[in-house]
């Protein structure tokens, strides 16, 4: 199977910029995760959904969204960016099995730079 | 409410010397846990998982045992390779009413010297 798949890899925008970022999660898994990485905060989490529906969210402002597609596919919005949005943002996805824990599996992210 | 606790990096170790990566956990219900592997420039790729008490996982030669009486999972593999140097996330999953939620620790940086 493909495994989880981001676009763009890499990114540079400018402060007050809106910035659009792509997942495909591995086929047949329903939940997708996201993630920032930075140096100071480590591994914070943004949002997750599941069936085109927010399930779970993170401790960040509005100006992070998300949505998920019928295909669950997932993309995240930032608007207005600011120069502390620079991080490494990562997807990841997760069958969802009843009555299981789900094991995320994550891609390889995209990298953003805010000038 | 949940969450983990690593060992504070970094760690330098030669190469053959044995690894041990601390990680305590506090869970309301009964967690799953798991370490991720995250390489220069990539994502983090799942190394190992336990699902319950006492269950040990394994892969590539590094093992870690869930232990519920000392809330801990400590990652550890006898002989360490240059190939090993990367950064080691612990992790717990928590099956709750909204789902499941992931909580990740700080990240521990390995590099392994010739």
């Known amino acids: 199977k493909a495994g989880v798949t981001q676009t763009p890899r890499y990114l540079i925008k400018t402060r007050g910029q809106q910035v659009t970022l792509s997942c495909s999660p591995i086929s047949g898994h329903r939940s997708v995760s996201w993630y920032q990485q930075t140096p100071g905060q480590g591994l914070q989490f943004l949002f997750e959904?599941?069936?085109?529906?927010?399930?779970n969210k993170g401790n960040f402002p509005g100006r992070f969204s998300g949505r998920q597609f019928s295909n669950s596919r997932s993309e995240m919005n930032v608007s207005t960016l600011e120069l502390g949005d620079s991080a490494l943002y990562l997807c990841?996805?997760?069958?969802?099995?009843?009555?299981?824990?789900?094991?995320?599996?994550f891609g390889p992210g995209t990298r953003l730079l805010v000038l | 409410g949940n969450s983990v606790t690593q060992m504070e990096g970094p760690v330098t170790l030669s190469e053959e010397a044995f690894l041990t990566i601390n990680c305590t956990y506090t869970?309301?219900?009964?967690?799953?846990l798991f370490w991720y592997v995250q390489y220069p420039g990539e994502g983090l790729q799942l190394l190992l998982k336990a699902t319950k008490a006492d269950d040990k996982g394994s892969n590539k030669g590094f093992e870690a045992t869930y232990r519920k009486e000392t809330t801990s999972f400590h990652l550890e593999k006898g002989s360490v390779q240059v190939s090993d140097s990367a950064v080691y996330f612990c992790a717990l999953s928590d099956q709750s009413n909204t789902g499941n939620q992931f909580y990740f620790g700080t990240g521990t940086s390995l590099t392994v010297i010739p």
């Open positions: 869970a309301t219900g009964y967690p799953s």
């Open positions: 990841a996805s997760s069958p969802v099995l009843a009555g299981a824990i789900e094991t995320q599996y």
């Open positions: 959904y599941f069936s085109e529906t927010q399930r």
